[in-house]
Nanobody, 123 residues
Framework: QVQLVESGGGLVQAGGSLRLSCAAS????????MGWFRQGPGKEREFVAA????????FYADSAKGRFTISRVNAKNTVYLQMNSLKLEDTALYYC????????????????WGQGTQVTVSS
């Protein structure tokens, strides 16, 4: 089992920045590729970003490219999502997820999920 706890969400004005964190506990963190997904009001859950086990490979949704950066510090069992130039459409519940010995953009590849942290972007 892997437990994931997200933090760092909040209310921010359009154009602002937030950094989300996801702290993992349980099994060896380095066995897991990590991802961020989000679900906006009335929308399906969608992929945002992912990072490989050693942090050497990253993937981004087109909507996140150039604005968001995913990173991880394995010594701290933590993955981050730096979000800059936030837009109204970034408003969503953001989930952290872990995939055993895998990294991907599809939610079914991930076995463990956090409870989510709310990001609200205002005009």
């Amino acid at each position: 089992q892997v437990q994931l706890v997200e933090s760092g969400g909040g209310l921010v004005q359009a154009g602002g920045s937030l950094r989300l964190s996801c702290a993992a506990s349980g099994r060896a963190f380095t066995n897991y590729g990590m991802g961020w997904f989000r679900q906006g009001p009335g929308k399906e859950r969608e992929f945002v970003a992912a990072i490989s086990r050693n942090g050497g490979t990253t993937f981004y949704a087109d909507s996140a490219k150039g604005r968001f950066t995913i990173s991880r510090v394995n010594a701290k069992n933590t993955v981050y999502l730096q979000m800059n130039s936030l837009k109204l459409e970034d408003t969503a519940l953001y989930y952290c997820a872990a995939a055993f010995k895998n990294t991907g953009t599809y939610y079914a590849q991930y076995q463990y999920w956090g409870q989510g942290t709310q990001v609200t972007v205002s005009s």
